[in-house]
């Protein structure tokens, strides 16, 4: 069945070191979504990519989509010790669902 | 603020009880999810609802089953809990936004344990 996978499964980083989350589909998606969990907390949606090759940035964070829609990634500049959590991609599979990728844990060290 | 509601947040019942786990959604949202998520395993979505009295299993539906009589609201039914069925249940709704974002908002989740 289609899945997604999501590299690594952890990262500690220190305080000010950049972060990258890498998600790969196994089928081309229609669409893609990241979401991050703070420790006990849920899924909060962060931002959605459509367009091959499609690149947006919030803040600290950039999004990109990749050209064959089969892969996306999430880069933290400088990390503070607020990007605490779980990151989780998940792609469009089918007109209502989504499949969510395995989650990339970022602890980050003071 | 969209408000997606969730019975218990903890929740201890025995292996062959029958158990219903609540969710209710307050912003009129057409779509309604059930995940559960485990330690590297991401979350997994077990079914899910895109109109009152409609539902579709999703990738993990075996010794579940589900019921939505109203819109604002989506229940999942263990009808015979087992030790493996121990995990963090999470609800979610979305708009049917084809073509737009269709954000998820999540539940605060219901961590189940199966003795």
């Known amino acids: 069945g289609q899945q997604v996978m999501q590299i690594p499964q952890y990262q500690h980083v220190q305080e000010g070191e950049d972060f990258t989350t890498y998600c790969n589909s196994s089928t081309t998606l229609s669409n893609i979504q990241w979401y991050k969990q703070r420790p006990g907390g849920h899924p909060v949606f962060l931002i959605q990519?459509?367009?091959?090759?499609e690149v947006k940035k919030q803040k600290r964070l950039t999004f990109q989509f990749g050209e064959a829609k089969k892969n996306s990634s999430l880069h933290i500049t400088a990390t503070q010790t607020t990007d605490v959590g779980t990151y989780f991609c998940a792609g469009r599979a089918g007109t209502y669902k989504y499949i969510f990728g395995t989650g990339t844990r970022l602890k980050v060290l003071a | 603020d969209v408000k997606v509601t969730q019975s218990s947040r903890y929740l201890v019942k025995r292996t062959g009880e029958k158990v219903f786990l609540e969710c209710v959604q307050d912003?009129?949202?057409?779509?309604m999810f059930w995940y559960r998520q485990d330690p590297g395993l991401g979350l997994r979505l077990i079914y899910f609802?895109?109109?009152?009295?409609?539902?579709e299993k999703g990738d993990i539906p075996e010794g579940y089953s589900v019921s939505r009589e109203k819109k604002e609201r989506f229940s999942l039914i263990l009808e015979s809990a087992s030790t493996n069925q121990t995990s963090m249940y999470l609800c979610?709704?979305?708009?049917?936004?084809?073509?737009?974002?269709?954000?998820?908002?999540f539940g605060p989740g219901t961590r189940l344990t199966v003795l």
């Open positions: 912003m009129d949202h057409e779509n």
């Open positions: 609802s895109y109109d009152v009295k409609m539902k």
């Open positions: 979610a709704s979305s708009h049917l936004a084809l073509g737009l974002t269709d954000t998820q908002y």
């Open positions: 990519l459509v367009k091959s090759g």
